[in-house]
């Protein structure tokens, strides 16, 4: 069982923590594919998300109306 796995089982949502300890062990950049990753602990994450040339495309606005 990967590491994401083993976050989204039952053990693992009752103690995520031993499982946030080995993401941060493992490094502030965990590939799951070619194309999606998980970012660990907060100067990664604060880069990535500061960082507009992050992301997947450009922000589509929907045109709608909210009432």
Same mark, same amino acid.
């Not at 031993?18 to 799951?32: F, M, Q, S, T």
């Not at 660990?40 to 009432?67: C, D, H, K, M, T």
């Given at each position: 069982? *990967? $590491?994401? /796995?083993? $976050? $989204?089982?039952?053990? =693992?949502?009752?103690?995520? #923590?031993? &499982?946030?300890? /080995?993401?941060?062990? &493992?490094?502030?950049?965990?590939?799951?594919?070619?194309?999606? #990753?998980?970012?660990? =602990?907060?100067?990664?994450?604060? /880069?990535? $998300?500061? *960082?507009?040339? #992050? =992301?997947? =495309?450009?922000?589509?606005?929907? *045109?709608?109306?909210?009432?």
């Amino acid at each position: 069982m *990967n $590491l994401i /796995e083993s $976050l $989204l089982s039952p053990a =693992g949502r009752t103690d995520p #923590f031993p &499982l946030y300890a /080995e993401a941060h062990r &493992l490094g502030p950049v965990l590939p799951i594919t070619d194309t999606v #990753f998980v970012i660990v =602990g907060y100067a990664a994450v604060n /880069e990535v $998300l500061r *960082n507009p040339g #992050f =992301g997947s =495309g450009p922000i589509r606005r929907a *045109n709608r109306r909210w009432s």
